[in-house]
């Protein structure tokens, strides 16, 4: 590959250390394709005859059936995935394949590659979200009135419901699907004709290759096209904090699933046994999810400290662009199937989250707001004559609802018979029907809502 300019080969770390092509053959679809439409349309500006361009054209089809077929294989002294299918193609049609690399560069080259790829890997993971989103919803529909206790500080909060727990994942999702959304318009405009780094003296069509390949306009710096990776760093950062939101919910099926909490039984197909003790179901997926959520952060920051100092253009420390982007991508996958699996087949046990619910006093804050609303009690003397209720009921070990009206009142006697009307969990969440609350009533219109955004039957 390197003509004259060099009396001997590369030695042997050299030839180590620069190939790529263990990881970089993942790119041979989006290599072939991008190949294909820079010989389109370097046979339809008249750069190579029209016989030379159908004969790469259709030599490039033959090298992707063989690559689908077989492999592709993995020859260090050819580099890279560019010269593997370049090396393959002379093979099968002759001196004709040198032709395919006029008016580009490899460093064009893989830009374009590479953001082929992780549109495609964008694409798979807003797919996946999808997915996600469906069973969340479908699952909230469920339990929508299903009562739980909410939790601030892991602590007993207020109850809420089910539906209104697993909606706020839903909620979660879609932002993330719109972080994937803007990296994509950002990444789709196409590289290719920048050659190595100043343009070419060739006549090219570079729109006629950016419509080919699914851009929506050509680059309009070569400098930058072959030499930042902005758009890859894009694709890890949402992939960073989709992680870390599928790390939560895994989380929550993890405490959720202890017997301590017992609120859900997990799907057998996600869980896995002890070598020792028998007894044991532990919830390795969502477990493996949460860790690879800190992988997929490293992958960011891995991508990001190797751009961080590199001067115009392109540095071969760029090769090392390619690893973290591709193990990020096949983590997110395996998490979002492992956590949309994990919703789908939960067993939740709805009476076991409703006797929680009950614990913990988390219908304090409902006294409260019944003193402000029918004694016209400032708040925070609600809230001072509550905590001494609270206090009576922790000392009875009674729960709140439990102490006698004689009690209440002797603690404030602008308390009425009406105040137990406000102490059931029921009531509270029913009473919790503000824009986005956790009532039944809006939750149904928050699932009905999303369903109608996912193009799922009502």
């Given amino acids: 590959m390197w003509g004259g300019r060099f009396a001997e080969g590369p030695g042997a770390v050299m030839r180590e250390i620069n190939a790529s092509i263990p990881f970089d053959k993942a790119l041979w679809r989006q290599d072939i394709a991008a190949s294909k439409a820079h010989a389109a349309m370097l046979g339809a500006c008249g750069i190579v005859s029209g016989e030379d361009a159908a004969a790469i054209v259709d030599g490039l089809d033959t090298v992707a059936a063989e690559f689908e077929r077989d492999g592709v294989p993995e020859d260090w002294a050819l580099e890279d995935i560019h010269m593997t299918v370049e090396s393959r193609l002379a093979e099968l049609i002759g001196p004709a394949a040198g032709r395919l690399h006029t008016a580009r560069s490899r460093n064009d080259q893989v830009a374009t ?92 069509d570079r729109e006629m290759t950016a419509q080919a390949l699914d851009f929506d306009a050509p680059t309009a710096n070569s400098l930058d096209a072959v030499s930042d990776r902005d758009f890859a760093l894009d694709y890890l950062m949402a992939a960073a904090q989709c992680s870390l939101h599928l790390s939560r919910l895994a989380e929550e099926f993890v405490i959720w699933a202890s017997q301590p909490f017992g609120f859900v039984r997990l799907p057998d197909a996600l869980s896995t046994g002890s070598s020792i ?80 619910a009950e614990l913990g006093y988390a219908t304090a804050t409902d006294l409260a ?75 149904r219109k928050r699932i009905a809502a999303a369903r109608e955004a996912l193009g799922m039957p009502a």
């Fill in 113 to 204: 590659d590479f953001r082929l790829w992780v549109r495609d890997a964008i694409d798979q993971a807003d797919a996946g979200l999808k997915a996600l989103q469906k069973a969340l919803v479908t699952r909230a529909g469920e339990h929508a009135g299903s009562i739980m206790p909410g939790f601030t500080h892991l602590q007993t909060a207020q109850p809420v419901t089910l539906g209104h727990h697993l909606m706020a994942y839903y909620e979660m999702a879609r932002r993330d699907r719109s972080r994937f959304a803007d990296a994509r318009r950002r990444l789709n405009e196409c590289p290719l004709g920048s050659a190595a780094l100043a343009g070419t003296g060739f006549a090219i």
């Fill in 277 to 356: 003790m028998p007894q044991k179901k532990n919830p390795d997926a969502a477990e493996l999810v949460r860790g690879h959520s800190g992988r997929i952060v490293g992958c960011a920051v891995s991508l990001m400290v190797t751009m961080k100092g590199l001067p115009l253009a392109y540095s071969k420390d760029m090769q090392d662009d390619k690893p973290p982007v591709f193990e990020a991508a096949g983590l997110l996958a395996l998490s979002l199937a492992a956590m949309t699996g994990m919703v789908e087949g939960a067993d939740f046990r709805t009476e076991r989250m409703r006797q929680a």
């Fill in 369 to 443: 707001d019944w003193l402000v609303r029918e004694a016209n009690i400032p708040f925070r003397e609600a809230h001072h004559i509550t905590g001494a209720a609270v206090r009576l009921a922790e000392e009875k070990g009674t729960p709140l609802d439990a102490l006698s009206l004689a009690e209440l009142q002797a603690i404030d006697g602008r308390i009425g018979e009406g105040v137990f009307g406000a102490l059931s969990v029921e009531a509270s969440v029913a009473a919790r029907a503000s824009h986005g609350g956790t009532a039944p009533a809006e939750v």
